[in-house]
T-cell receptor
Framework: AQKVTQAQTEISVVEKEDVTLDCVYE???????LFWYKQPPSGELVFLIR??????QNEISGRYSWNFQKSTSSFNFTITASQVVDSAVYFC????????????FGTGTRLQVFP | DTAVSQTPKYLVTQMGNDKSIKCEQN?????MYWYKQDSKKFLKIMFS???????INETVPNRFSPKSPDKAHLNLHINSLELGDSAVYFC???????????FGPGTRLTVL
């Protein structure tokens, strides 16, 4: 069975601090995809990144970076120099290629960035 | 312009009523989904349709019935609404098997 764990329920930081959101996943499949979505206070789900299981390269997009490590089954997300607009709930999700490509979500991490 | 749209955005209704939520995507995607987000923000798949065919039905009560009139639409009809159905319902769509799912803005359903 597949599972995604986001152990951090809530994180509070002050603007300009760096913050890392942890994500640990479980699957026996060799081919799978990992995602991060952002849910701001307005409620929509915004896609941030998708990674396949064969691509362990870290990715950087502006202030966002992702560290994918198969050895520890982790796909962590770091925000550098956080801003108030980063305040949101962040979800890590897993999808496997077994015919049912549903997204299995973690429970989310609520990030609050204070000015 | 909107990629995945849902109507209505808010739905307040009495227990026992029947209601529908509509979803449309203009991305040309093949597969559409319904997810439920409960009060603790937990997101879980309910259904998925590929080219109008039901693919996933994730132990959802029979009171929930999805309908896909065409590839671009996936509606959710709920009979005999219960208090526990109060949640935010998200529609999503994707193109190919390995592609990203894009979500609609959500419909907040409140059952009184």
């Amino acid at each position: 069975a597949q599972k995604v764990t986001q152990a951090q329920t809530e994180i509070s930081v002050v603007e300009k601090e760096d913050v890392t959101l942890d994500c640990v996943y479980e699957t026996r499949d060799t081919t799978y995809y990992l995602f991060w979505y952002k849910q701001p206070p307005s409620g929509e789900l915004v896609f941030l990144i998708r990674r396949n299981s064969f691509d362990e390269q870290n990715e950087i997009s502006g202030r966002y970076s992702w560290n994918f490590q198969k050895s520890t089954s982790s796909f962590n997300f770091t925000i550098t120099a956080s801003q108030v607009v980063d305040s949101a709930v962040y979800f890590c999700a897993l999808s496997v290629l077994e015919g049912t490509d549903k997204l299995i979500f973690g429970t989310g991490t609520r990030l609050q960035v204070f000015p | 312009d909107t990629a995945v749209s849902q109507t209505p955005k808010y739905l307040v209704t009495q227990m026992g009523n029947d209601k529908s939520i509509k979803c449309e995507q203009n991305l040309g995607h093949d597969t559409m989904y319904w997810y439920k987000q409960d009060s603790k923000k937990f997101l879980k798949i309910m259904f998925s349709y590929n080219n109008k065919e039901l693919i996933i039905n994730e132990t959802v009560p029979n009171r929930f019935s999805p309908k896909s009139p065409d590839k671009a639409h996936l509606n959710l009809h709920i009979n005999s609404l219960e208090l526990g159905d109060s949640a935010v319902y998200f529609c999503a769509s994707r193109r190919g098997t390995t592609d990203t799912q894009y979500f609609g803005p959500g419909t907040r359903l409140t059952v009184l």
